[in-house]
């Protein structure tokens, strides 16, 4: 059980007023307690309370470490599980709901007055996993230092005649053999005019000279995650490209440089987004300038300029500028920071400058 990051969690749910919470998201439990359990349709929670009687819910069908220091209350497939949850439930006091839970368990804890009411306590859990400790923080640096090593060896992987899908489907055994337990997300390879589209997946394309070749790719070391993205050139680079790629380049740095705490994340967007705009490509940035991380690939919180978060020491977020010409080419940079208590740290130190694949 991590009492620490749990605390934190009472805390930030004692300034909103609560003093109980039902979290059901499995990487948000394993966060709190190192135990995962991956449910799919059965209900499996767990129960913060204030006094630390926490209450774990567990169905027979799974299994978890016997010295777990939870108090655990098990259900079988033909159990009426949320009465059982009711049961251990404030009825007196409002509870705090994860925002993942399903109607069909939250509809029945509401229909038996299980307590004063509910109300989304979701960022309690959220704003304490957006700040990253010490250990996550040795660990998110070593699955970008595998990602960076990984990113010189998918370059190796071009050449004439090869198709998108030909290099996606080399790419897990690289990974592997670099110490990494497996892809953080399906990874991304375009060449061309499909980097234009930034979720292509790979298809059947051939690549050809003077096509961009874009990877956006992450993997997962020690349950933490990584992603990057790179935009290389196969053989030749256009002049359009190269002033498209030192736009998106120099927006990537430019929101880079201006963090540190208390620097609104909207102001890093802002940066990027100014920079694209200026040389002509505003309507091309299609997306925030970044999201998120750390045991899931995309995390509650983003870089963007809605966002009402400043830079706090301890979060770790994407930087990706992008701009996309449908019909055309496509460029994307992207590095994950940490914002350290004076400024950041960038955690990927794979070469940003424009290269020409031969």
């Not at 499996?44 to 470490?65: A, M, Q, S």
């Not at 098990?74 to 159990?79: L, Q, V």
């Not at 609104?264 to 990027?272: H, N, Q, T, V």
Request: proline share 4%; glycine share 8%.
């Amino acid at each position: 059980m991590k009492e620490a990051r749990i605390q934190r969690v009472l805390d930030a749910l004692k300034e909103m007023e609560l003093s109980q919470m039902l979290i059901i998201d499995p990487l948000s439990i394993y966060y709190l307690t190192d135990v995962f359990v991956f449910p799919g349709e059965r209900f499996y929670g767990l129960l913060l309370k204030e006094d630390g009687r926490h209450v774990f819910f567990v169905n027979k069908l799974f299994t978890i470490p016997e010295d777990v220091k939870i108090e655990t209350v098990w259900y079988s497939d033909t159990d009426p599980v949320m009465d059982m949850v009711a049961e251990y439930v404030d009825k007196t006091a409002v509870l705090g709901v994860d925002k993942d839970l399903k109607a069909r368990f939250l509809l029945p804890l509401m229909e038996k007055g299980a307590s004063q009411g509910m109300v989304n306590a979701s960022l309690a859990v959220d704003r304490t996993r957006g700040i990253k400790d010490e250990d996550e923080q040795k660990k998110m640096r070593t699955a970008s230092d595998i990602n960076d090593q990984a990113m010189a060896e998918f370059k190796k992987l071009i050449h004439a005649g090869v198709s998108e899908k030909e290099v996606a489907e080399q790419m897990l055994k690289i990974y592997l053999d670099l110490g990494a337990e497996g892809f953080s997300f399906d990874p991304i390879v375009s060449f061309g005019a499909n980097a234009a589209d930034p979720h292509h997946m790979p298809d059947d394309t051939v690549l050809k000279e003077g096509d961009c070749v874009l990877f956006d790719v992450g993997c997962i070391k020690d349950g933490y995650c990584s992603d990057m993205t790179r935009t290389f050139y196969f053989k030749s680079a256009s002049d359009a490209c190269r002033r498209i790629y030192d736009t998106v380049r120099r927006a990537n740095e430019a929101a880079e440089a201006l963090i540190k705490p208390g620097v609104p994340l909207s102001e890093l967007d802002g940066a990027a987004r100014a920079l694209i705009t200026d040389a002509g490509y505003g309507p091309n940035f299609t997306h925030r300038l970044g999201h998120f991380i750390g045991l899931d690939e995309h995390e509650f919180g983003d870089v963007s300029s809605v966002s009402t978060w400043v830079c706090e020491p301890g979060m770790i977020f994407s930087i990706e500028p992008g701009i996309y010409l449908t019909g055309d080419t496509g460029v994307r940079v992207e590095d994950l920071v940490l914002v350290t208590e004076d400024g950041c740290e960038v955690l990927n130190h794979y070469s940003k400058e424009l290269e020409i694949i031969e």
